[in-house]
């Protein structure tokens, strides 16, 4: 059952109903300012850190679900009738309801006994305003006169504090209101240089501030005391809980429209310039930005400008193809979903609050892979970014805050897979780009200045870091997790609530893992490509040398009969084993050392992947591991604290089936990578939207698993690794187009239903136009003369490639 349907044209994903099975979001903003938003008009608003610049409140886990978001209100003063045009927060049904998620925009189109509305949320590039464009239109056959209310609450910036610390907070609100504007001051008057306002560009009749005023108290939402009454009363908060509501009135004449623009803005201002008078805050900083858009035309061109700008960053990689469903992935979904976590890492969605995790050093530089091609100039500064907070020693800080850059004390270090993704990080940068320079960035460690060295030495001491932290069988180390965070073999917690991330209480140098080692040879032939072009030759030699060792070990222990192991724990057994109980296999270890080529030589890559089709492979897509825990074991931590099925123990977890993909690809077996790619392309599972009540248009982090009570039930949209690697594992690897470091790889792993396809990949200057053709005389064709050599140079404008099969 779907609850909507793609709209490719205009790139949209158009949802028909608000009842969809749960809040199917959006994301507004590309650069500083950000917004989610649900197809009902719920969600917040933040600027650059979603947990300490936090603009507007959201409550998350509420109920009902998804309130609080930008909200208006249609009430028609003759009857005194009234209704949210998002349906959302009154949830009166509507004549016609229709939600448009756009790229970095949304429109929600509502209409009810003639009155039709359509509301357009968008954050305008380079800006730090959030746009509501309101459109009101009489489609009756009478005069109407009618009321349109605003509402958002403000947070009180620091989102973590905001939620706890009412002691304080219910104090501290301060606004100011200046004609249509509501200025939210908190904190201004002492260490806080920035203040938020709500505009809109007409004159309105009342206002409220203060939020049990327009409430009214043991009110809700959804029946508001000032929208009941059809007034404000002009309240102004003081302390309690600072809200912006603009009433405005207007007569429509049947047929006629009225349209306003909103303003959600957010302004910094010099210390010595932050007031006019005692109190009265500095507002010319904001009269700049809504003068800007409150401009006749300048809403609309701000929009074709958004639109202009999506079309660039979708356009060096496009797909004409005889699956639509494929098309629309690689095209338009993915791409966006890629760029979204690109932005945002793991910070702010429906399922992240927003307070709990900030830039992940493994996530970050995992997202890179999918977006590279996009901006690779803001990839090369987030890479930056994350090397300065590695540490001395090759370790890493597992996580960073946006806003200060600075690697996070909370979680620390300990992850010892963390440093290997920074060097793929910088290796897809440097095949996309060519750009070498940045190896030679002075970079701190620790983001101390006096620790800088240019980034090269990054990568060589991640290279180390591995090579110094080797367990019993020479296999590197896990620490506190590798990356799956829930295999915690030094944890041992007994404790309640206690973060499996974070406690190690076992000082072990025993665990070890085999996805790590997988990961390492992996990166072995990445570096040594990367060293080669350097003419690095002796470093070269000793990275491949240091690979062939890890391929010995790998072989020597790291095998069960049928399949890799996936670890040893801290008392040297064996995890992923037939020999274990539960969790006898589990898919990391296969992945990344078939990834790695590892076992190639004597046929155990295709030994383990028919195990993994075996025993992991459902029609939900490929499950973590088998059997999942039935009960909590103290020596493997978080993984087994999930009931069967959800999550790490035995779920879907969709970042990890496009390792799968990308390793059937390599050995050949084109149907089944094609096949695992559609049993979770969310495209594809959207007929049963239904079952995976998450958004069809992007993918979840996991879907449940066999063994859960709501098999193939997706959980946790938006903000996972799934969107880069599944990116990665059909353009480069199904598709077969990938950058390498001299020019474009053209190796296609496809079966014949994608005969027809053409592509066009945009990539150092040059545009490569490929098809892909049924024929006679097979091979690769480059400006019609047939080659063996794969890697295509872009040494013209246009290059035109056959791929025939
Ligand atoms: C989740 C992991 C996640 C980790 C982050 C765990 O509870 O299961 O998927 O990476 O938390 O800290
Ligand atoms: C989600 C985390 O963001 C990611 O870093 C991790 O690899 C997976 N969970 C698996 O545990």
Redesign the pocket.
């Known amino acids: 059952m779907k609850f909507g349907y793609f709209d490719d044209d205009k790139k949209e994903y158009v949802i028909t109903t608000p009842k969809t099975p749960s809040p199917w979001i959006n994301y507004l903003g590309s650069e500083e300012m950000f917004g989610i938003i649900s197809n009902t008009g719920g969600g917040y608003t933040f600027y650059r850190d979603a947990k300490l610049r936090r603009l507007t409140r959201y409550r998350y886990n509420g109920i009902p679900a998804d309130q609080n978001g930008r909200y208006f209100y249609l009430r028609d003063q003759a009857s005194g009738e009234f209704w949210s045009p998002t349906w959302q927060p009154i949830r009166k049904e509507l004549d016609k309801y229709e939600c448009r998620h756009g790229l970095g925009y949304t429109k929600i189109i509502g209409e009810l006994n003639g009155i039709a509305s359509e509301i357009t949320y968008f954050i305008p590039l380079k800006s730090n305003t959030e746009i509501h464009r309101v459109k009101v239109k009489n489609t009756g056959k009478e005069l109407r006169k009618l009321s349109l209310f605003s509402f958002l609450e403000f947070c009180l910036w620091n989102a973590d504090d905001d939620d706890r610390n009412f002691q304080r907070n219910l104090n501290t609100g301060e606004v100011e209101v200046e004609g249509s504007t509501i200025y939210h001051k908190t904190e201004f008057r002492e260490r806080r240089n920035h203040y938020a306002y709500y505009a809109v560009n007409k004159a309105i009749s009342s206002f409220e501030t203060d939020r049990e005023t327009f409430i009214g108290t043991y009110e809700n939402l959804n029946n508001p005391r000032s929208v009941r009454e059809g007034k404000c009363s002009n309240s102004l908060a003081s302390g309690w809980s600072p809200i912006a509501s603009h009433c405005l009135e207007m007569e429509l004449k049947p047929g006629q429209e009225e349209e306003f623009t909103f303003i959600l803005g957010y302004v910094e201002v010099s210390k010595d310039k932050k007031f006019t008078s005692v109190g009265v805050i500095n507002k010319e900083p904001a009269k700049e930005q809504m003068g800007k858009f409150f401009q006749e035309g300048a809403v609309d061109k701000a929009l074709s400008k958004l639109s202009r700008y999506w079309k660039k960053i979708l356009k060096p990689f496009q797909i004409e193809c005889p699956d639509e469903k494929l098309a629309r992935m690689v095209n338009i979904w993915n791409p966006y979903q890629c760029k979204v976590t690109f932005n945002l890492s793991r910070s702010a969605s429906y399922f992240e609050s927003g307070v709990g ?1 900030g830039m992940g050093f493994r996530d970050s530089n995992q997202d890179l892979l999918g977006f590279v091609h996009q901006v690779p100039e803001r990839a090369r500064e987030r890479i930056l970014d994350i090397a300065a907070t590695q540490l001395e020693d090759g370790g890493a800080y597992h996580q960073y805050q946006p806003l200060t850059k600075r690697g996070n004390s909370d979680i620390g270090d300990g992850f010892y897979d963390d440093p290997l993704w920074l060097i793929l990080g910088v290796c897809a940068y440097i095949k996309e780009t060519n750009d070498i320079s940045i190896l030679e960035e002075s970079v701190p460690y620790e983001n101390n200045p006096e620790l800088a060295m240019p980034l090269v030495d990054h990568l060589f001491r991640s290279f180390y870091f591995t090579l110094d932290n080797l367990g019993p069988h020479r296999l590197p180390l896990i620490g506190r997790a590798d990356w799956n ?2 295999l915690n073999l030094n944890c041992f917690s007994e404790e309640p609530g206690e973060s ?2 974070t406690t190690g209480n076992k000082t072990g140098r025993t665990a070890e893992s085999l996805m790590i080692a997988g990961l390492f040879v992996y990166t072995c032939r990445e570096f040594a490509g990367l060293l080669n072009i350097l003419g690095e030759e002796e470093h070269e030699d000793a990275v491949r040398e240091a690979k062939q060792t890890m391929i010995d070990s790998i072989k020597h222990y790291g095998r069960d009969p049928e399949w890799y192991l996936r670890a040893y724990d801290f008392f040297g057994n064996k995890i992923g084993s037939d020999e274990c109980n539960e969790g006898k296999i589990y898919i990391e270890s296969q992945a990344w050392c078939i990834m790695a080529g590892v076992g190639k030589q004597d046929g155990f890559d295709r030994k383990a992947l028919d195990s993994v089709e075996k025993y992991l492979a459902t029609k939900h897509g490929i499950v973590l591991q088998d059997p999942p825990y039935s009960e909590y074991h103290v020596e493997l931590g ?1 993984v087994s604290s ?1 009931p069967p099925g959800y ?2 123990n035995g779920g879907i977890f969709c970042h990890t089936n496009p390792w799968i993909m990308i390793a059937e690809a390599m050995l050949g077996n084109n149907e089944k990578a094609l096949d695992y790619y559609r049993r979770i392309a969310p495209a594809y599972r959207e007929e049963i939207s239904d079952i995976h009540k998450m958004e069809p248009y992007v993918y979840s ?1 996991m879907i449940a698993g066999k063994a859960a009570h709501n098999f193939g039930q997706a959980k946790n949209s938006w903000l996972t690794g799934t969107a880069a690697w599944n990116y990665v594992a059909i353009t480069q690897y199904i598709l077969g187009i990938r950058p390498g470091y001299c020019g474009l790889i053209v190796e296609p792993h496809i079966t014949d239903e994608l005969a027809g396809t053409k592509i066009t990949r945009h990539f150092r200057g040059t545009e490569y136009r490929i098809e892909f053709i049924k024929g006679e005389d097979k091979g690769l064709f480059v400006d019609g003369k047939k080659t063996m050599i794969t890697e295509i140079l872009p040494v013209a404008d246009i290059i035109d490639v056959q791929y025939i099969f």
């Open positions: 995790r965070d829930c499996f991330q978080e999930y999550k790490e982090q």
